[in-house]
């Protein structure tokens, strides 16, 4: 799958997420993929929060490798 079928796909997950992340004061923006690494950016409420990596992992990651074909990993930058 090229990248820029995933990078659609990937800012599609975002959009649907974003909601979720913006309810608690954060926001998220897409960066960029690259060799299967989905890169985003976490703002807001997000910085020094502690439970940014589970939102990371266990929310963002989780549901952008259930969605999108081609992603292995979601990594903050």
């Not at 923006?29 to 266990?58: H, M, P, R, S, W």
């Amino acid at each position: 799958m090229s990248n820029i079928h995933i990078e659609q796909q990937a800012k599609e997950v975002i959009e649907k997420i974003r909601p979720y992340i913006n309810r608690d004061g954060g926001d998220i923006k897409f960066v960029k993929v690259e060799d299967g690494i989905v890169y985003v950016q976490l703002l807001g409420a997000c910085i020094g929060c502690a439970a940014v990596d589970t939102t990371l992992k266990d929310g963002v990651e989780a549901i952008m490798l259930e969605e999108v074909p081609g992603v292995i990993g979601v990594e903050q930058i």
